[in-house]
């Protein structure tokens, strides 16, 4: 499919899809009903059956129906909404904690209702807390599905109902317009297979099929479907890569007194590590090739460092170079502590985001076009067409699995030709097993910070369950008194009418409340940059001891007095995201620190084993394998979590037994069909990869 056909064949020709709910859609990368059919559920529900509330299973996922018997809110320490249903076997009570009143009044006494959702025992029985459900006249004879229910990645403001029908009405839309049916994929082993009957099967499978091969991935159309996926991911690298061959480097042979001088000033020594990583950096940077590395290190192992040096060095020999980040909270902090370590050598360090105001723009833009700045540190702003560098000659690309494919390369494009692209160095904090690095990045070289600076211990990691809530704020507060500070991580920035975790906004109200002697913050998503700059500032100057914050916080503060993390919740996070987190306690020499897994019982098996993963090791590449184990397709990458690639339906480790195969075909195909190449790579990456140029 070409890029105008996409325009042609638009998610915005489906009825229902206006501009905000496309606006949703593109956020999970879907524009056209293509990108639909191509966005997979990573599990399923059974919703086949009707089972009498009697007989239902504590801790199993069950579909009840019966009569609204009772609605009432009540007042326990926080409001609830509490609704009886009875279907002549038994009760079972509905559950909400977050709701709006309009919710209340649909919840009418006499009619019926149809839940989904886990059964749990409650204070009178059978309950489930907040499941999905349907409210219905008792004239009304709703239907049963008869095939299984297909749950997909989503996001803010888009429902699981509205993006099941987004996908139900692109597979209508594909079948009148013919799309995806003359494509197939050539299979090495088994010839062609039937990618649109494959599509079709995933989105709607029968209720039949084990549902336990499907959750593992078993089943023949989604592996037929995983391995055309890796093999698109292999020839996206392998077009990228050949794009670039050929091409030179900046020369950056120079050698100056500069880097003595650096780090002579520094109140550290380097460790080993830094010291040999910079050593695989530095004799990169001296080739006439453009660098292609990628550096790993744990959070605080000092990698930003390292890319200081590398910036140092291209300053001496000439060059300037971009500092690329993900958030604006991490570009600050880059962008203060590169000012600190190059103000006394004379270096210019600007930052550019999108919340830079307009005049200031200005200004960096005309002294980055005139040479006057020499690093530039910022966020997706810098790819901004009219950012245009002087004699660009490096990109840092600081935790580099936020950024697609195409971003990472777009910035070589930045200050190359058509024979010339800057160096690249890739920093990242979530270790990358080899079996991954491998479908991601192909030939690109990789050096390992594998040492802690001196004094660095590791953080300890304790579990206790919510009903221990009062012990644990009694702690805090004991931390807090005591000159040191805290945060308290919570997994939602404001009210959800589906889920029970509480919402940073209530925490922070009711932490306040319970602790009037300690100042206490909130910080989230949402806030207007300056009010979360000025929170951030408090809590760096001790003004604050206590901050309350979203996952926001996951990269980027850096409080060396931090020495307590709550993690509400983290049976909702993967494993590579609560390390990461972890990482922003212990960051101080010589000093003892905590991290506290607060979690609702009861726990899942998958939760437990996350949870007890945190509390055995601080390895983050233990912790990255585990974490790539435990996780399902298309939970594991891109912005869902923890996220290395956006992958849809493969799982690297999981289908290792794959990727040889996959990698045969695929340079089959580029080397016989460069026209079918592209087509299976829009098809599996779309418009996030411009190859015009490949």
Known sequence: MTEDSKDLHSVTNLKGVGPKISE????????????????????????????????????????????????????????????????????????????????????????????YGPVTPGPNGKQMIHPQYKVFDKSENLDIDSNLTPVYPTTAGLQQGKIRKVIHDSIAYCDKHDLLKESSYLNTESGFIDLWENLKFIHNPPSDIDIQTLIEGKHPAQRSLIKEELVAHMLCAGI?????????????DKISNAEEKFTSSLEFNLTGAQKRTWGEIKSDLTRNQPMRRLLQGDVGSGKTLVG???????????????????????????????????????????????????????????????????????THALFQEDVIFNCLGLTVIDEQ???????????????????????????????????????????????????????????????RPNSLRQKVIKRIKEVCLSGQRVYWVCTLIEESEELEAQSAEELFKEISGLLP???VGLVHGKLKKKSKDQVIKKFREGKIQ???????????????????????????????????????????????????????????????????????????????????????????????????????????????????????????????????AKTIVLRWIGSRVDYSES
């Open 240 to 252: 990228l890569k050949n794009e670039l061959e050929g091409r030179s480097g900046p020369t950056m």
């Open 308 to 378: 200081a040096l590398s910036a140092l060095h291209a300053h001496e020999n000439g060059w300037q170079t971009a500092f690329m980040c993900p958030t604006e909270i991490l570009a600050e902090q880059h962008h203060l502590s590169l000012s600190e370590w190059f103000s006394s050598l004379g270096l210019k360090v600007e930052l550019l985001t999108g919340s830079t105001n307009t005049s200031d723009r200005k200004e960096i833009i005309t002294k980055l076009k005139g040479g006057e700045i020499n690093i530039l540190v910022g």
């Open 24 to 115: 949703s859609l593109m956020s999970l990368g879907i524009q056209s009903v293509q990108d639909a059919m191509f966005h997979l559920p990573f599990r399923y529900e059974d919703r086949t059956v009707l089972t009498p509330i009697g007989d239902a299973s504590y801790e199993k996922s069950v579909l009840v129906e019966g009569e609204i018997v009772k609605s009432t809110v009540v007042f326990r320490g926080r409001r609830m909404l509490f609704t009886e249903i009875y279907d002549g076997t038994g009760r079972l009570t509905m559950r909400m904690f977050n709701f709006a009143m309009a919710q209340h009044k649909a919840l009418k006494e006499g009619l019926m209702i149809r839940c």
């Open 546 to 676: 206590l901050l309350v914050c979203t996952t926001v916080i996951e990269v980027g503060v850096d409080v060396p007095e931090a020495t307590l993390m709550i993690i509400e919740n983290p049976e909702r996070l993967g494993l590579s995201q609560l390390h990461q987190l972890r990482g922003r306690v212990g960051r101080k020499a010589d000093s003892d620190s905590h991290c506290l897994l607060l979690y609702k019982e009861p726990l899942s098996s998958l939760a437990e084993e996350r949870i007890k993963t945190m509390q055995e090791t601080n390895d983050g590449f233990e912790i990255a394998e585990k974490d790539l184990q435990l996780r399902g397709a298309g939970d594991i990458y891109g912005v869902r979590q923890s996220g290395l690639m956006d992958l849809k339906i493969a799982n690297p480790i999981r289908d290792s037994d794959l990727l040889e195969e996959a990698q045969k075909d695929a340079i089959a195909i580029a080397k016989n069909d460069e026209s079918y």
């Open 517 to 519: 002697e300690i100042n």
């Open 401 to 463: 699995h936020r950024f697609g494919v195409h971003q990472r390369f777009s910035m070589l494009e930045k200050g190359g030709t058509k024979n010339q692209s800057p160096h690249q160095l890739i920093m990242t904090a979530t270790p990358i097993p080899r079996t991954l690095a491998m479908t991601i990045y192909g030939s690109l070289e990789t050096s390992i910070i594998d040492e802690m600076p001196p004094g660095r211990r590791p953080v300890e990691t304790s579990a």
